[in-house]
């Protein structure tokens, strides 16, 4: 769960015999005639990061379990003497913390006596989103009866205050990538919000909790965790007007596992009231795009950061954005 990365195909097939000891087998093996062969090839970063995999079979009220080390690039698992019938598949990637850092889930029909042939694709796992609200400085927390977290993009998750608390937890999955979230605060029932924060950016890594401690009374966000993406986000993000000031040119650098990126996604916001809006996508060999600043002429000011694409639409940390004053002034 430490990388975002292009994904490896697994292939599962049904094979006729059950090789070695390499897992443990909860409940005892049934005495079917169907076999399993799951093989793939790991990417080198992912395996660099994981020490074992665990293969899940489940057939009505069935569950068998396997725990298979991880020892290079080339991981193959053999079980045999299942019953025919409609089995569900589960393979999860385990990094060295003990947290699934990848996962497959699929449907297949095994036949007594015949080979089967399945493809699975192993894609990230989600992340956990764990938000403590602290109210003890809010000068209306009497008033506070629920909250929500609005995470964009992803939805909302909400929680009712605990009589007597000044603390809300509030939890939400979702997929590893940069988010921007805010916190808002309600009284019996989620309208006419009695308080909404700014829109604040988090970063979210495949299968690891990120903790935010939120303070209402300063909005202040202490993020705990590690992040790993990849691609890795944009360097060296500038701004600077051209063209007599009538146009901003932003150019950037290429992240780590840059050639994992295909396109750039260039993003602007006006307040910090704003969330960040996707203008631009450009294509991963681009490092500059121009912006027609020529009817700006009102003095304001906007924020612009870039995040970088892989081919399977896995998305970067933003990089660190860039504050522009119009209307732009030229050198």
Not at 54 to 61: F, G, V
Not at 101 to 121: E, G, H
Not at 238 to 245: F, I, K, Q, T
Not at 297 to 317: C, I, N, Q
Request: glycine fraction near 6%; charge should be negative; hydrophobic fraction near 40%.
């Amino acid at each position: 769960m430490k990388r975002v990365h292009a994904l490896p195909v697994v292939v599962v097939a049904l094979v006729a015999f059950l090789t070695g000891c390499m897992g443990r087998i909860v409940p005892s093996r049934p005495p079917g005639t169907a076999s399993l062969a799951v093989e793939t090839v790991l990417p080198a970063e992912v395996v660099e990061q994981t020490n074992q995999a665990e293969l899940i079979l489940r057939q009505d009220s069935r569950e068998l379990r396997y725990d298979v080390p991880i020892e290079d690039r080339s991981f193959r698992f053999v079980v045999g003497s299942l019953y025919e019938g409609n089995w569900e598949i589960t393979l999860h990637i385990i990094d060295s913390e003990g947290d699934v850092v990848y996962r497959a889930v699929a449907d297949v029909p095994l036949l007594s006596d015949q080979t089967t042939v399945a493809q699975l694709d192993l894609v990230p796992a989600p992340g956990l989103l764990e938000v403590y609200i602290d109210l003890s400085t809010f000068h209306d927390k009497d008033r506070v009866g629920r909250a929500r977290i609005s995470v964009s993009p992803g939805g909302y998750s909400s929680a009712i205050r605990e009589d007597g608390s000044d603390v809300i937890h509030i939890t939400r999955e979702v997929a590893p990538r940069t988010y921007d979230f805010r916190v808002s605060l309600y009284g019996d029932e989620y309208s006419n919000a009695i308080y909404n924060s700014p829109w604040r950016p988090v970063d979210i890594r495949p299968g690891k909790v990120t903790t935010v401690i939120w303070s209402v009374s300063t909005g202040d966000l202490q993020v705990v965790g590690e992040v790993h993406p990849a691609p890795g986000r944009p360097e060296a993000l500038r701004a600077e007007p051209v063209e007599d000031g009538s146009t901003l040119r932003l150019t950037w650098g290429p992240g780590s596992n840059a050639h994992y990126a295909i396109a750039y996604r260039i993003y602007e916001r006006s307040t910090p009231f704003d969330y960040f809006r996707m203008i631009q996508e450009v294509p991963g060999d681009t490092f500059e795009w121009m912006i027609d600043a020529s009817r700006l002429t009102t003095p304001h000011t906007r924020v612009y950061a870039v995040s970088a694409v892989s081919s399977l639409g896995f998305e970067s940390l933003r990089s660190e954005p860039v504050v522009v004053e119009f209307p732009l002034t030229s050198k």
